[in-house]
């Protein structure tokens, strides 16, 4: 018997920013919560929002201080992860897949220390158990703000992309402000799970793009070699914005292991 929920109203009643690929919770599916990067948001997902809720139940969510999410941005992981396990203990969405992307992955990394019964799998995208960041980007994005932003997004897709994408990219860090992306930029840069990350004990999926300039494959092939049974796929041509610039190859990666684990 299919029994449906929506998690919406408790969203809404948080001021937590989300996306979702049917308003309709599916009570016999898992979920598949998506965390975005430094001065992201939900939409970064929307591909695979939209995609990828035929097998899953799919939900993005703004980070506090970023979209839609009300409450000032951190400084820390460690708070973004404890914030991220208390609401979903409070939407009991059921065992989660969790996936993050560069900052988010780091998050989702941290979250899967501090809450592993609430999950049932992880996936990393475009991310590492260190993420440290140039010090001329933390200090441009003090005084060059603008500029900056515009830097960073050019790094962050590879090459041949779509303009219209590295712009839109752009935007959405701008809008987020010179605080929100500098505390995400601070919180990647004192990120560090290397003495921990073989303690996680929950399936995972590491993705990454081939032309990654801002988290390079290394990072992912040193989680794929310390997280005991990990699968570690590369994504040919795309860059450190791989759900976004491979939507297609990227998704299937998911799905298979979304349906592998259901199997």
């Given at each position: 018997m299919q029994r449906t929920f929506n998690p919406a109203d408790k969203l809404n009643e948080l001021d937590i920013g989300f996306k979702t690929g049917s308003p309709a919770f599916d009570k016999n599916l898992p979920t598949l919560v998506m965390v975005h990067g430094a001065g992201g948001r939900s939409e970064v997902w929307h591909n695979q929002v939209t995609e990828?809720?035929?097998i899953v139940n799919t939900l993005a969510l703004d980070l506090p201080?970023?979209?839609?999410?009300?409450?000032?941005s951190m400084e820390k992981v460690e708070d973004y992860a404890q914030w991220l396990g208390r609401v979903l203990e409070g939407l009991d969405l059921g065992k989660i897949f969790l996936m993050g992307q560069s900052l988010g992955g780091a998050i989702v990394?941290?979250?899967a220390l501090l809450y592993p019964k609430l999950l049932k799998a992880i996936i990393l995208v475009g991310t590492g158990a260190r993420l440290p960041v140039?010090?001329?980007?933390?200090?441009?994005?003090?005084?060059?703000?603008?500029?900056?932003?515009?830097?960073?997004?050019?790094?962050?897709f590879a090459s041949g992309t779509d303009p219209q994408m590295v712009k839109q990219g752009a935007e959405f860090m701008k809008e987020a402000g010179p605080e929100t992306v500098r505390d995400g930029f601070l919180a990647s840069n004192r990120f560090d799970m290397q003495g921990r990350v073989a303690e996680l004990n929950l399936p995972c999926l590491i993705l990454c793009g081939e032309k990654d300039k801002m988290t390079p494959v290394s990072l992912s092939t040193s989680l794929n070699q310390d997280i005991k049974g990990s699968v570690l796929q590369v994504l040919p041509s795309a860059g450190?914005?791989?759900?976004?610039?491979?939507p297609e190859a990227f998704n299937m990666c998911v799905r298979d292991f979304i349906l592998n684990m259901q199997a």
């Open positions: 990828l809720k035929q201080g970023h979209g839609r999410t009300r409450g000032k990394q941290n979250t140039n010090p001329a980007l933390l200090e441009g994005l003090s005084g060059s703000f603008e500029k900056t932003v515009d830097t960073i997004n050019s790094y962050a450190h914005m791989l759900m976004i610039e491979s």
